[in-house]
């Protein structure tokens, strides 16, 4: 087995479930990248937080964003963000949820929001049921897929995933995609995991994703990926 490069999501894989970094897999991450081995951060995060995780866990394979709507990787694209859809559907939904939802709107979107350049996000104070029966008359519903990653629901436009933008990134950088083992946790990394050679899911995945994966984990969260890297990547 050949590790050419390691995909991790944030949320719930290298993270507990309040969302701190767990040490664990902040060392495995390190140690994978002085082996030669680059991790790309794929998260439903904006782009900034998702740089943010990158530079402090020592990360230099690049990002994908937002559930694939934002690639980036220094020293390339003029090290501008690079955006891959348009918003238009997504703006569309927001504003008939306006209309739908009304002060509820305000009261569950994300703050981060306003750093979103290509999707919408609610906290999971909505209930997915109440956001699908919103949506359920929006003219573009069929342009829209909406992601529960279990932190928060995420409303994106269908022609991006981040299945295939890490594909795009991978491509761009020479990196056989049968060689790249992807780690995560929920629905929306079925996407990405079905592109690489190698699927982990950690302990605490989602039933679906443990289905499609080669090898779910022993431990939950980053101690799942410590244990990943430790067994297949070193």
Do not use: W
């Amino acid at each position: 087995m050949t590790v050419e490069a390691i995909a991790v999501d944030i949320d719930g894989t290298i993270t507990n479930e309040k969302r701190q970094i767990c040490i664990s897999a902040i060392e495995a991450l390190r140690k994978a990248e002085k082996a030669g081995i680059p991790t790309i951060i794929v998260t439903g995060n904006v782009v900034n937080y998702a740089y943010a995780a990158e530079v402090l866990i020592g990360c230099s394979g690049g990002l994908i964003a937002e559930n694939g709507g934002i690639v980036f990787k220094e020293g390339e694209n003029n090290n501008a963000v690079e955006t891959l859809v348009e918003r238009d559907f997504v703006t569309s939904a927001e504003n008939h949820l306006k209309e739908k939802l009304g002060d509820k709107f305000d009261k569950h979107a994300s703050h981060d929001n306003m750093y979103r350049l290509t999707e919408t996000v609610f906290y999971k104070t909505l209930e997915y049921s109440i956001l699908e029966e919103s949506l359920k008359d929006f003219k573009y519903l069929d342009e829209l897929e909406i992601y529960d990653s279990g932190f928060a629901l995420h409303i994106t436009d269908k022609r991006v995933n981040k299945g295939t933008s890490l594909k795009y990134l991978c491509e761009r950088n020479g990196i056989n995609m049968e060689n790249v083992m992807g780690i995560g946790d929920s629905q929306n990394d079925e996407d990405f995991l079905r592109q690489c050679g190698y699927k982990i899911a950690v302990n605490n995945a989602d039933d679906k994703l443990k289905e499609i994966s080669n090898y779910t984990c022993e431990n939950r969260f980053g101690d799942g990926v410590a244990e990943a890297i430790e067994k297949f990547a070193l």
